[in-house]
């Protein structure tokens, strides 16, 4: 399956968005017990990744 059927898929992009949510609220509790900076940028950085996946339908369908 190429990557814009599985933006346009209504259950298994709602499905990943649940899934990122999920992960985002995992990494933000993993942020409030990081025990130094390198694990509290590292949770960081990936927060950032996971919030631009979330916009990959509207980068992929060229609307923004």
């Known amino acids: 399956m190429n990557l814009k059927q599985f933006v346009n898929d209504k259950e298994l992009w709602d499905n990943f968005l649940k899934y990122i949510d999920t992960t985002i609220a995992q990494h933000h ?5 990081a025990d ?6 590292r949770m960081q950085g990936s927060i950032t990744a996971l919030r631009r996946l979330k916009h990959l339908k509207s980068e992929m369908n060229g609307s923004k």
């Open 29 to 33: 509790k993993s942020m409030e017990q």
């Open 36 to 41: 130094g900076e390198a694990s509290f940028y």
